[in-house]
């Protein structure tokens, strides 16, 4: 049985542990969305870009489309050599693919090259359309 002063208490208990698991709740939800931010691709700013090239064979690019405005490539086919020839050698470059993969060989190659602008591996396609924020397109 409770005494008055029994009650009391309970009663204070229960607001504190409330209040606790609020404050913990809130605690959780800012640390969680922190992480989501913090794993976002980080946007790259578009307006000191020289171009966008696409290194996905012309197979990737029909099912997925491609980013507006990019350059497709097939780094597959052999063709980025003589492809780049027309690229300025001191542009700026977000290169993607499907993964990155294609697009950081490609980034050495024109680092080798003498390409001396910013080349941006942008990984791959969804990636890539997040960072560039442009939009799909039919490839």
Do not use: H
């Not at 790259?44 to 099912?63: H, Q, Y």
């Not at 003498?114 to 490839?139: C, H, I, K, R, W």
């Amino acid at each position: 049985m409770y005494t008055l002063g029994g009650i009391r208490k309970e009663i204070v208990r229960t607001k504190f542990n409330s209040a606790f698991k609020a404050v913990a709740a809130i605690f959780v939800l800012v640390f969680a969305l922190n992480t989501l931010t913090a794993c976002s691709a980080p946007q790259i700013e578009m307006s000191k870009v020289t171009a966008v090239i696409d290194l996905r064979t012309p197979g990737e690019v029909a099912e997925t489309g491609t980013l507006e405005g990019a350059i497709v490539i097939d780094w597959n086919a052999g063709e980025f050599e003589s492809a780049s020839a027309n690229l300025d050698k001191a542009g700026n470059y977000v290169l993607f693919c499907r993964s990155g993969n294609r697009a950081g060989q490609a980034i050495a190659w024109m680092q080798e090259n003498g390409f001396t602008g910013e080349l941006t591996n942008a990984g791959g396609f969804a990636d890539a359309q997040a960072a560039t924020g442009l939009a799909v397109v039919a490839g």
